[in-house]
């Protein structure tokens, strides 16, 4: 799929979006939110404000900038954090990851309330 970009009027955040969003991503994206109810608990991880149990689930391999808005707007999401995992460079930089030779991807934390996601 291509979609037409002016690179004089778009950040390289959305220009970053656009290049990447592809059919293959919108269907990865469905196929994470039908399995975080299968996911096991780490209860030192579930926030504690809330008065449901929460559950914690972080997926990492794609652009994070592109997909926190759909988990935001999920029914039962109750907060997003994005960052990288799996590198070893000690303060890693988005340009540093998106160069792809630190072993870094971008991840995203997602705390949920299981009894309103099914």
Request: one cysteine or more.
């Amino acid at each position: 799929m291509s979609v037409p970009t002016s690179p004089k009027s778009e950040t390289n955040r959305e220009q970053h979006c656009l290049r990447s969003t592809t059919m293959k991503g919108i269907l990865a994206l469905a196929l994470l939110l039908s399995a975080l109810i299968a996911l096991p608990v780490d209860s030192s991880r579930a926030q504690t404000s809330s008065p449901s149990p929460t559950k914690s689930a972080i997926f990492a391999g794609g652009c994070f900038w592109c997909i926190q808005p759909a988990f935001d707007k999920a029914k039962g999401v109750i907060k997003t954090v994005v960052g990288y995992s799996g590198g070893t460079e000690s303060n890693p930089t988005y340009e540093l990851v998106s160069s792809e030779k630190t072993g870094y991807r971008e991840a995203i934390e997602i705390t949920y309330d299981p009894t309103k996601i099914s």
